[in-house]
Nanobody, 124 residues
Framework: VQLQACGGGLVQAGGSLRLSCQAS????????MGWFRQAPGKEREFVAR????????NYADSVKGRFTISRDNAKTTVYLQMNSLKPEDTAVYYC??????????????????WGKGTQVTVSS
């Protein structure tokens, strides 16, 4: 399985970007997929997740109301629409699959596949 992410770039605060992640090599249509990010000097953190049918989404508190995750299984692609971007959103964004959530813990695990990452830079 390969995950190819794209769509990053440089944007001013308040702007928008849309990330895409296309899976190839195997079917991930029945797996939850999503996004993590890693800022310089910080640990990788969860951003958003979507179940295989799009019926359930999870978001980090820091992006709720600003980011929207969606998927198109026919295109084996997951999207992350990022609006009202802030300088603190600056990071390398990675798509991952599958993503399981530990009940009652709010943690995520099981990510067997990772994309190479795409840089998002938000200027103030």
């Amino acid at each position: 399985v390969q995950l190819q992410a794209c769509g990053g770039g440089l944007v001013q605060a308040g702007g928008s970007l849309r990330l895409s992640c296309q899976a190839s090599g195997s079917s991930l249509s029945y797996d939850a997929m999503g996004w993590f990010r890693q800022a310089p000097g910080k640990e990788r953190e969860f951003v958003a997740r979507i179940t295989w049918n799009g019926g359930l989404t999870n978001y980090a508190d820091s992006v709720k109301g600003r980011f929207t995750i969606s998927r198109d299984n026919a295109k084996t692609t997951v999207y992350l629409q990022m609006n009202s971007l802030k300088p603190e959103d600056t990071a390398v964004y990675y798509c991952a699959a599958p993503i399981f959530v530990a009940p009652n813990k709010g943690t995520y695990y099981g990510m067997a596949y990772w994309g190479k990452g795409t840089q998002v830079t938000v200027s103030s």
